[in-house]
T-cell receptor
Framework: DAKTTQPPSMDCAEGRAANLPCNHS???????VYWYRQIHSQGPQYIIH???NNETNEMASLIITEDRKSSTLILPHATLRDTAVYYC????????????FGAGTTVTVRA | DVKVTQSSRYLVKRTGEKVFLECVQD?????MFWYRQDPGLGLRLIYF???????EKGDIPEGYSVSREKKERFSLILESASTNQTSMYLC??????????????FGEGSRLTVL
């Protein structure tokens, strides 16, 4: 599995966009990028996933670079409830359930 | 909304005890999973089930067993609890398509302490 690198922490102002980077320079052609988050004392929550095209849903947008070696998760209007640890994972789609979280990025949204 | 409910948020057990962790989902999902989450080790898959009475080993099945007698319920069993099984246990479920999209729905977790 391709490894991912994320910054350990970042702050964001409430109401502003939060841009979370993830490096996955060894990603294979059949591996997808998945994002999950985990709010303190809760189970992880699926956010979004993508292969090579940019993706958007009601929670976030995912921007994947053309060479697929990095991606950015965008929370368009961060709220205090978005404070969480965000995990970027790379997996083949048939094993997407075999989640293996690293340290992730601790995002703190400040009023 | 999908709801995955784990029976206990916090448990304290003694070494050698048999421990049952129960998980129920209300969305008629085919797939259910048990993970454990430990600081520095991240999330690891213990067992999963893609149908009633079916089970598959994950990455760390040793010391655990599972039971899925009904579609909505998936139980994790520690036959003889040991201190190294102190952890946060997370149950998840997904639809058939959800396995391929990575859209797993998690419960709130059960924090088990084995003394």
């Amino acid at each position: 599995d391709a490894k991912t690198t994320q910054p350990p922490s970042m702050d964001c102002a409430e109401g502003r966009a939060a841009n979370l980077p993830c490096n996955h320079s060894t990603i294979s052609g059949n591996e997808y990028v998945y994002w999950y988050r985990q709010i303190h004392s809760q189970g992880p929550q699926y956010i979004i996933h993508g292969l090579k095209n940019n993706e958007t849903n009601e929670m976030a947008s995912l921007i994947i670079t053309e060479d697929r070696k990095s991606s950015t998760l965008i929370l368009p209007h961060a709220t205090l409830r978005d404070t969480a640890v965000y995990y970027c994972i790379v997996r083949v789609v048939t094993e997407s359930y075999k989640l293996s979280f690293g340290a992730g990025t601790t995002v703190t949204v400040r009023a | 909304d999908v709801k995955v409910t784990q029976s206990s948020r916090y448990l304290v057990k003694r070494t050698g005890e048999k421990v049952f962790l129960e998980c129920v989902q209300d969305m008629d999902h085919e797939n259910m999973f048990w993970y454990r989450q430990d600081p520095g080790l991240g999330l690891r898959l213990i067992y999963f089930s893609y149908d009633v009475k079916m089970k598959e080993k994950g990455d760390i099945p040793e010391g655990y067993s599972v039971s899925r007698e009904k579609k909505e319920r998936f139980s994790l069993i520690l036959e003889s609890a040991s201190t190294n099984q102190t952890s946060m246990y997370l149950c998840a479920s997904s639809s058939l398509n959800g396995v391929n999209t990575g859209e797993l729905f998690f419960g709130e977790g059960s924090r088990l302490t084995v003394l």
